[in-house]
């Protein structure tokens, strides 16, 4: 069936570090793929999506591009925040499928 | 625009007792999703529906959980009776119908802890 897998974490970084984390997923056909984050005490919001093989989506300074070639979609940020602190889930929605499956997430703890 | 609204955002209950959660979706969203998520981990999809219809209950533990969307918008999902590893966070979903349905918008869940 369709997975998604994450770079475990936690992950911690200083303020203005670059940040990448990796998403490598399984599916049949072309799937969209997504990156969701979820801030303490929140609910899941939607960070960025692309939906074909080479789009690049972003969003609040983070990018990801779909590389169907190595089935994945990696979270990248240049320069990061300490309000980035969160847990990130990557995600993806089968062609059609209209579900979501998501990674374990990774959560993201930023120092100043 | 509301998002997605649910109740309680908190509930403690003791095993064998029944609990139900409510979601609100946004205007006009047609399909609505229940989903679980465990502590660590990546929410997992329990129903869906579109408009009333229950399309994908297919991962719906259906001996303890039931869930329905009268008329079409608020949903409530139950647990009767709760067991402890029910404990977990429940999260609710929609998305609009047409362009842009791949696109789920989540409420921001109900921590249900199981004593």
């Known amino acids: 069936g369709d997975s998604v897998t994450q770079m475990e974490g936690p992950v911690t970084l200083s303020e203005e570090a670059f940040l990448t984390i990796n998403c490598t997923y399984t599916?049949?056909?072309?799937?969209?793929l997504f990156w969701y984050v979820q801030y303490p005490g929140e609910g899941l919001q939607l960070l960025l999506k692309?939906?074909?093989?080479?789009d690049k989506g972003s969003n609040k300074g983070f990018e990801a591009t779909y590389r169907k070639e190595t089935t994945s979609f990696h979270l990248e940020k240049g320069s990061v925040q300490v309000s980035d602190s969160a847990v990130y889930f990557c995600a993806l929605s089968a062609w059609g499928a209209q579900k979501l499956v998501f990674g374990q997430g990774t959560r993201l703890t930023i120092n100043p | 625009e509301a998002g997605v609204v649910q109740s309680p955002r908190y509930k403690i209950i003791e095993k064998k007792q029944p609990v139900a959660f409510w979601c609100n979706p946004i205007?006009?969203?047609?399909?609505l999703y229940w989903y679980l998520q465990n502590l660590g981990q990546g929410p997992e999809l329990l129903i869906r529906y579109e408009n009333e219809e229950a399309v994908d209950d297919s991962q719906l533990p259906k001996d303890r959980f039931s869930a329905e969307r009268l008329k079409g918008v608020d949903s409530t999902l139950k647990i009767q009776p709760a067991e402890l590893g029910d404990s977990a966070v429940y999260l609710c979903?929609?998305?609009?119908?047409?362009?842009?349905?791949?696109?789920?918008?989540f409420g921001p869940g109900t921590r249900l802890t199981v004593l």
């Open positions: 205007s006009g969203h047609n399909t």
């Open positions: 692309a939906t074909k093989a080479d």
């Open positions: 979903a929609s998305s609009p119908a047409g362009l842009g349905g791949d696109t789920q918008y």
């Open positions: 599916a049949t056909g072309y799937p969209s």
